[in-house]
Each structure stands twice: as C-alpha cells, then as structure tokens.
C-alpha cells in the first residue's frame, strides 16, 4: 500500500479499534505510535508489534489535558522525524440506559471531554505539524450511533456526532494543505468499551450480563475489519476518497 516507513500516532492504541489498527499499520511498515492512557496495555501492544517484525512505541497520552496532547505529538517528531498519519480512537462511553433527565451532568461533561475535546486537541496538534509539511491523513473515530442514532448513551451519541462533525469541517480546511481528514463511523465492533456496554445493558433489563456479553462477541464485527479499513484510508490509494466512513 505504499506506507512503508510512514509514522503513525495511532491514540487509544492500546486495544480496540486502536490496538487492531496499530498492528495492522505497523504490518504494513508504519512506524507507529501507541498513545493511551492505560500505560501497561499500549505497552504490550507494542511488544505484539515488535515480535512480528514492526517497529512501535508506547506513550502516555490524556487526550482531554492539551500539555499531554503537544507532548505526544512533539515525542513522535523528536523519535521518527515527522507524523504522516493520526489515527484518533480514544474515547469512552458512559451513561449508558440513562434517560437525558437520568443522566449526570458530570458524566456528560466527562464522556465529551474525552470523546470530542480530545479529538480536537489531537487534530490541532497534529494539524499543525501536518500543515508545515503539506501532507497527511487524519482519521478520526466517530460512530454510525452518533450520525445515524441508536446509542445506549446520551453523552456518548452526542460526543460521537461532534466527532464526526468536526471531520467534516477539517477536511476542507486542510485539504488545500496536502491533508485528507475522515470521519470513520463503525457499526457494533465488538471492543472491550462496547462488551461492557452490551453486559450494562443486559443488566439494565434484568437480564444475564455475562451471557449477553459472550453472545455479542461472537455476534458482533471484529475490530481488525475496521482495522483494515482504517490502513487503506491512510494510504496513498485512497487519495480519491473524500468524506465519511461508515463500516458494519
């Protein structure tokens, strides 16, 4: 696919969507970085990386703090030399079964923090260092939930549909800067964010978590499909594809 020798910060890289699309990236020689909260897990993503052949590195991020974010960015430059891709999958999802009256203020103002805050302290930053090069791709997880409805949660639907949003405006912004921005909307992927949320519902309906939650993974899209997808946008063959993703 031509990506050999790419960088990649790949956020919310741990597991996920995020973990599935750094190991794909880094099978198609993108150098990347696992940035994640959860320090111990993106490290062992990264050791998944390594024993296969790829090169990867590990780095702390709260996608919500913005010294965090520049950080991040400014470690990716200072190892690599320069950030061709941003894969932007750290989110979290709350709130879930709560009626808008239900639902905490706090939760609300937590989930968009994460969700959305994050997205565009990420997209600012790496952004900027895009713009200096005149190229990159941005890709940024948002959720058919948030565009087409159908979540669980208030605050998390809500977070998702800013997400894919903010997509839509940066695209124009920096594509005349040599840089390609999508808003990637998957379906019900079964990562370990939505199996909780399937068990919290199960619970919600009186109903047997565990048993719903083993159901779903079997049941549910497999995040190395949108893994897939992901690497093919980040790619110079997709240089004809303009707009939003939605995956199953």
């Known amino acids: 696919m031509g990506l050999h020798g790419k960088v990649a910060i790949v956020t919310g890289g741990a597991r996920g969507i995020g973990g599935a ?49 520049a950080a991040m960015v400014a470690s990716a430059i200072e190892r690599w030399g320069s950030i061709d891709i941003l894969v932007h999958a750290a989110g979290i999802l709350k709130g879930a079964a709560l009626t808008v009256d239900e639902l905490p203020t706090d939760v609300f103002d937590e989930v968009i923090s994460v969700n959305l805050r994050g997205a565009f302290l990420c997209s600012k930053h790496v952004a900027a ?22 979540s669980s949660s208030v605050a998390y639907g809500s977070s998702k549909g800013g997400v894919h949003g903010l997509s839509l405006v940066l695209a124009p912004q920096l594509e005349p800067h040599g840089i390609r921005v999508h808003g990637i909307c998957p379906g019900s992927i079964a990562t370990e964010l939505k199996l909780d949320n399937v068990a919290d519902m199960a619970r919600s309906r009186g109903e047997d978590p565990v048993a719903a939650r083993r159901q779903a993974a079997v049941e549910l899209g497999d995040p190395a499909g949108v893994a897939h997808v992901l690497t093919f946008l980040a790619s110079d063959a997709a240089d004809y594809v303009r707009g939003s993703i939605f995956t199953r």
């Open 21 to 69: 699309a750094a190991i794909e990236l880094a099978r198609e020689g993108v150098r990347v970085v696992v940035a994640d909260l959860r320090a111990s897990d993106a490290v062992r993503t990264v050791a998944e990386i390594t024993r296969a052949g790829g090169e990867a590195v590990s780095v702390p991020v709260d996608v919500t703090d913005e010294s965090s974010v």
């Open 129 to 150: 260092h895009m713009r200096s090069r005149q190229s990159g791709v941005m890709l940024l997880i948002a959720s058919g939930a948030g565009v087409r409805g159908g």
